[in-house]
Structure formats: structure tokens, C-alpha cells
């Protein structure tokens, strides 16, 4: 992706979300998911493969994200596109002088 983006690419609608620490009937801590907004986003494959998670095999995906700035957007959020929850891989690149951010999602299943 260049640093010129067009605003009609972003055609998809992704859900953000950032992790809120609560505690659950025992009093321990627990993180829940508080949803930050619905938001239009460029979304382009980027791979699929297998990996290892303990003894069990998933399926990885990997999708390339360009959406508008958001304050505050980092590695710890998550974002949840076509009913799947993905987490967001590394910190979300700054693009044209804070317009826009470009990152990568990772979502896991078992095969």
C-alpha cells in the first residue's frame, strides 16, 4: 500500500475494540472487549497457512487494514470483521501526517 489513500477504497465495515480489565464473581481480574466504534476500512488478504498452538493445529489468516486515524489505536485492540474476531499484530502505522492507519489482523482457528 503507498501513503496516498482513496477514500472510496475503504468499503468494508470493521468493529473496534479495546480490553477493559473487570473482575468476575470471585473478584479475580478478567479482560473484556468494550467496543470503541464501527469504522470504514480498506481490507486486503495478505496470507493464510497452519501453524502449531501447543499440540493442536490452526489455521492462521492475516489481513492488511487501512482505516482513518484513530486516537489511541494500538497493538492491544482487537477488531471483529465478517463475525470473526482478529487481534491486531504490532503497532498501527501512521500514514500522511496522522490521516490514516495501516495494520495488520490475525485471526486463529482450529483445523
Do not use: C
Not at 2 to 23: A, F, M, T, W, Y
Not at 90 to 109: D, L, Q, S, T, Y
Amino acid at each position: 500500500m503507498r501513503n496516498r489513500i482513496h477514500i472510496g477504497s475503504l468499503d468494508r465495515r470493521i468493529k473496534l475494540q479495546s480490553p477493559v480489565e473487570e473482575k468476575d464473581s470471585l473478584g479475580q481480574p478478567i479482560i473484556t472487549w468494550k467496543d470503541r466504534g464501527e469504522v470504514w476500512a480498506r481490507i486486503d488478504f495478505d496470507s493464510s497457512n497452519e501453524a502449531l498452538n501447543g499440540r493442536d493445529e490452526v489455521a492462521v489468516e492475516k489481513l492488511k487494514v487501512v482505516i482513518r486515524y484513530i486516537p489511541g489505536l494500538s497493538s492491544n485492540w482487537s477488531a471483529v470483521y465478517g463475525g470473526n474476531q482478529y487481534k491486531i499484530i504490532g503497532a498501527p502505522e501512521e500514514v500522511g501526517r496522522g490521516h490514516w492507519h495501516r495494520f495488520a489482523i490475525e485471526r486463529m482457528e482450529a483445523s
